[in-house]
């Protein structure tokens, strides 16, 4: 029974994160892209901390963490981990990815940000000197060639000249530093409270961007129209996910959560198909296929990052 709440919780968490290219999209057509991350990571944090508050804290970090396995005291050297994957996930990452979400499509955006994966091994590979297997290789091809087509649009003629492809990079750009933030943040994985790190780590990304609003002088308006898009964003796509994702983990393991994790990318690709009425070619669907593909065979038999 335990188990089938962790398939329960993975599932949900990709549906939540799923859906947030969809709501960003919309976001974009009257708010700034600085804006809406310095928003939604505020309101992010608001929402951890909130819950850490509440007689749920207990239960959510009981679930979260394994008898024994988990460390009560965050030291010095821990903040200053937790300071720059801060920069890197919610700061660096939004801003490229909300840009390119921009001048893209959400099902392009959304199927492109697979890649992570590829850049978690490559860097688990390089940082940690995790080993690759024969398969691994055939799965970093199969996520590669999925890419290409899709950064590219197929159309490698005008690949400089082309917006929707500068849109493309920078997505990809954003998932290469959500990998860095996630190979890193291996180094906080052990502590018991990671609802006041993920608090935390929202927070800082969520003021560091503000600043870089008012200095800037971006337009601070949160219109009222848009504010149930960032509360959706914020507390399901960021918050709720955490929560749900470290369950997961707790109940049947890293690996298999890895490999269900890149559903989010589907469900993100149906999402603004449907709400957005975003077209989903045949070409991009199969590159989808493929790159998802490539996921499962990386994470095949216990690859764990």
Same mark, same amino acid.
């Given at each position: ?12 968490? @990709? ?134 087509? /899709? ?14 492809? @500068? ?16 190979? /890193? ?107 998802? @593909? ?12």
């Amino acid at each position: 029974m335990r188990r089938l709440w962790g398939y329960i919780s993975i599932i949900t968490a @990709t549906i939540f994160f799923g859906i947030s290219a969809t709501l960003d999209k919309i976001m974009l057509s009257s708010m700034h892209p600085v804006t809406i991350g310095a928003y939604t990571y505020i309101i992010a944090g608001l929402f951890l901390f909130s819950i850490r508050e509440t007689p749920l804290r207990e239960h959510v970090l009981n679930a979260i963490n394994r008898k024994g396995e988990s460390e009560a005291r965050i030291k010095r050297n821990d903040y200053l981990i937790l300071l720059l994957t801060a920069l890197l996930s919610t700061v660096i990452a939004p801003i490229l990815f909300l840009t390119g979400l921009g001048d893209t499509t959400a099902v392009n955006a959304s199927l492109i940000l697979n890649v992570e994966v590829l850049f978690i091994i490559l860097l688990s590979y390089l940082i940690f000197r995790e080993t690759l297997q024969l398969k691994d290789f055939l799965g970093i091809f199969l996520i590669i060639v999925g890419a290409v087509y /899709l950064l590219t649009e197929g159309d490698f003629s005008t690949i400089l000249l082309n917006v929707a492809v @500068t849109g493309n990079f920078l997505v990809m750009a954003a998932a290469f530093f959500w990998s860095l933030d996630t190979v /890193l943040s291996k180094f906080l994985s052990r502590k018991r409270d990671l609802i006041f790190i993920s608090g935390v780590k929202s927070s800082i990304g969520g003021f560091v961007l503000l600043i870089i609003m008012l200095i800037l002088g971006i337009n601070t308006e949160l219109p009222l129209e848009m504010l149930p898009y960032a509360l959706g964003v914020s507390v399901f796509s960021i918050g709720c996910s955490f929560i749900l994702i470290y369950i997961a983990i707790r109940e049947i393991g890293a690996s298999m959560v890895g490999a269900l994790f890149p559903l989010s990318s589907l469900f993100g690709a149906i999402f603004a198909f449907i709400i957005l009425k975003e077209p989903l070619s045949i070409m991009q669907g199969i590159s989808g296929i493929v790159m998802f @593909t490539g996921v499962l065979i990386l994470y095949w038999n216990g690859k764990e990052n």
